[in-house]
């Protein structure tokens, strides 16, 4: 039975007697509801007609349909893809605002709106029923016991973020039941979970794990869309991540997740893609929004509406100005925070949700609509501050609420070690929180998100170990990826027996492990980093769904040194405030005896930095960094915290320097350095005034006092 129903919430809802279908179009002339018994049925077994229209959103509500049950919509209208409409009933389509998916498509010419043998492409077109080869959207029940899940709500200042891929963590680990390696349950299993937990981390960012697209240039190559930024279903947990195959199990298996997560008091923070879709350009596939109503999801071309701005490199573009696409991106964000309880959310090449007419602009609807919201404002936002369209880089850019993956940091920090010493300047100013880019209009330190790797691009040791790419396994010619020249492979390419060679490595990388988690701001570490994380030499494994990216956890005696290494470094940043401060440097704060300076920045021989050594780096790139333990702002109170200073030694110079101490400090310590050597005889206790840190090495001296 097929009453009237309601125009909101949009998808389907089920309420204990039947289920509501919603779905937005404005220009399409009829929406109908094919229903299936089958994932893989070609043929519904009834069709429901939504007759009722309001505000342009189909409706109608079908009594007796239960949790589970399969569908597919069919939306007819005007095809002329010149004016912009590429209306097609012979495409079942994936309703955006479906809860679950039931798995990947099947690749066939019928997924087409037109006819791919057509000597006009897209401008003809296609009668070929796709049914069969598309996968079914999933009536979802609310039903959950959260047994009193609490977000943690950890301050940004206690936030160490490790980005990593729901499949790749744990799919070789032989420690878990072989059925959970690489899904939701793998990453919320024990073992994981206090791998995490010892490590020191208190948020795992992750991979997209919306129900993505498998593109079939990917699939024709026997490769596979493992990065998972090519969105279909922006409600949808992945279902390859899910271990039960029942229609609908991922959704409680993702929040089993969380909640594990959450009890072990680690946040989840998701990469969102919300400027693009899976169905690509003009040429691509009718999956989705392109057959519900092309001209509204999508920006089109002012010249030509049959093309589209592409502003993703991807060949489309969400159109964030129309106020449906709005509220899709805003309803499915509050779903993810209220229904699955996740914490934050990474927006992938966030520029092109801010671009108006044209530019991006900080004024935007999306910013001003996130800003306003009770749910989404609260929660921790951060962007990837640009896009390849014009003006598309925006670091520093994005207004108060929102903090940024840094990538001056990321770039300063690759430049001062690999040129040794390079941009002392911009180096400090990287370390002190980036306040050129935050500090004046109202944001903290944590607007800065500081990395040095990230899923895009070389791991951390590949950093080290290659002078080049090789992402030949891409089968794109090796022409993809970023150009990254780092050049620190120390004569050797990959993986080498070489003591000397792998001590200058690993002796590199805990140089960029203490430069990181000493800098003020927010930290994030590429999953695996510290573990020494190879994929050969491939900076864009976003198609190498296998050994090249998933975890190795045969840990050789030096992955477990550093692992050791980043996890006492990950402590030492979590026990002193001053590594982690809630506000930028003032320059100068009150002692009893007078005013000091909250930050000192010193040449090796101990005095104080001037500008004619800034200017003319003098120290040759080698500093020294004194930060005071005085009056620093505890999280949550406005209690001042009296705690150690702290030294702070930079050489990332090719020759040893001595560095001297502050001439009050009786006696110090050194609570960690690079040299691979000393891991297990820290503290170090020294009474001389003059340490002596050896070529590209880095430590933290703390006073000792008797």
């Known amino acids: 039975m097929v009453r009237l129903g309601t125009p909101y919430p949009q998808g389907a809802t089920y309420d204990g007697t039947g289920v509501n279908f919603a779905i937005y179009s404005e220009n399409a002339t009829s929406v109908d509801i094919d229903l299936f018994r089958r994932a893989e049925d070609s043929t519904p077994y009834e069709v429901i007609t939504l007759k009722e229209r309001d505000n342009f959103v189909w409706h109608g509500f079908v009594s007796g349909l239960d949790p589970g049950s399969l569908y597919g919509l069919r939306v007819d209208g005007p095809y ?12 079942l389509l994936i309703d955006p605002y479906a809860r679950a998916i039931t798995s990947n498509i099947s690749w066939d010419n019928s997924l087409f709106g037109y006819d791919l043998e057509h000597p006009e492409k897209d401008l003809s077109f296609s009668k070929s029923d796709d049914a069969g080869f598309m996968p079914k959207c999933i009536v979802a029940s609310r039903d959950y016991d959260w047994r009193g899940d609490q977000n943690p709500q950890l301050p940004w200042n206690r936030t160490i973020i490790y980005e990593t891929h729901v499949k790749g963590i744990s799919k070789q680990r032989e420690d878990i039941e072989p059925e959970h390696r690489g899904t939701y349950k793998g990453l919320a299993s024990p073992r994981m979970i206090s791998y995490l937990k010892d490590l020191g981390i208190t948020a795992v960012e992750l991979l997209p794990v919306h129900h ?11 490769l596979h869309n493992y990065w998972g930024y090519d969105t279909i279903g922006y409600f949808a947990p992945d279902s390859r991540y899910s271990t039960i ?14 909640r594990a997560l959450h009890e072990n008091n680690i946040e ?9 879709t899976g169905e690509g350009n003009h040429l691509g596939p009718t999956l989705s929004f392109r057959g519900i109503d092309n001209s509204t999801y999508y920006r089109l071309s002012m010249e030509n509406r049959r093309f589209y701005n592409d502003f993703t490199g991807t060949g489309n573009s969400l159109d964030a100005r129309q106020p449906q696409v709005l509220q899709l991106i805003m309803d499915s964000l509050r779903y993810w925070v209220l229904e699955m309880h996740v914490d934050g959310f990474r927006f992938d090449l966030a520029a092109t949700l801010a671009r108006q007419l044209h530019d991006v602009d900080q004024l935007s609807a999306f910013f001003n609509i996130i800003h306003q919201d009770p749910v989404i404002s609260r929660v921790k936002l ?8 014009p003006g598309g880089y925006q670091v520093g850019q994005f207004p108060t609420l929102w903090a940024e993956w840094n990538g001056k940091y990321r770039n300063s920090m690759r430049r001062y070690w690999k040129e040794k010493g390079a941009d002392i300047g911009e180096f400090a100013t990287r370390v002190s929180g980036s306040p050129d880019l935050y500090e004046t209009n109202g944001r903290k330190p944590h607007a800065s998100i500081n990395y040095i790797t990230s899923h895009d691009g070389f791991t951390m040791y590949d950093l080290v170990s290659y002078s080049e790419k090789h992402n030949e396994a891409n089968l794109e010619g090796n022409r993809d990826g970023m150009d990254e020249n780092f050049s620190e492979n120390f004569g050797v390419e990959g993986d080498t027996d070489d003591p000397k060679i792998m001590r200058e490595r690993l002796k590199r990388m805990r140089s960029l492990i203490i430069s990181l988690l000493t800098s003020q701001g927010a930290p994030m570490i590429l999953g695996g980093d510290e573990m020494c994380r190879s994929q050969k030499g491939n900076n864009n494994a976003y198609c190498q769904d296998n050994e090249v990216s998933w975890y190795s956890w045969d840990l050789k005696d030096y992955k477990r040194d550093m692992l050791e290494f980043t996890k006492k470094m990950i402590g030492i940043r979590l026990k002193y405030h001053v590594l982690r401060r809630r506000n ?36 040759s790139g080698a500093i020294g960094v ?5 009056g620093i702002e505890d999280t949550g109170y406005d209690e001042k915290i009296l705690e150690d200073d702290l030294l702070l030694l930079f050489n990332p110079t090719d020759k040893a320097v001595e560095f001297r101490v502050p001439t009050a400090w009786k006696g110090q310590e050194i609570l960690i350095d ?3 050597e000393n891991l297990n005889r820290y503290p170090i206790a020294m009474d001389w005034k003059v340490i002596t840190l050896e070529p590209g090495c880095s430590a933290i001296v703390k006073e000792k006092k008797y």
């Open 212 to 222: 993505k697209v498998e593109s079939k240039n990917l699939i024709d190559k026997g």
């Open 268 to 276: 989840v923070i998701l990469d969102v893609v919300y400027n693009h």
């Open 674 to 676: 690079s040299v691979p």
């Open 382 to 389: 951060i962007a990837e501050p640009w896009d390849v369209g």
């Open 245 to 258: 195959g029942l229609p609908g199990s991922q959704i409680n298996e993702f929040k089993d997740m969380v």
């Open 80 to 91: 002329k893809p010149e004016e912009g409409f590429r209306f097609n009933k012979n495409k």
């Open 584 to 619: 930028f440097f003032h320059g100068r704060i009150m002692a009893e005896n007078g005013s000091i300076k909250d930050v000192v920045w010193l040449a090796p021989d101990g005095h104080e930095m001037t500008i004619d050594d800034w200017r003319n780096n003098t120290s």
């Open 626 to 630: 004194l930060l005071s333990g005085l």
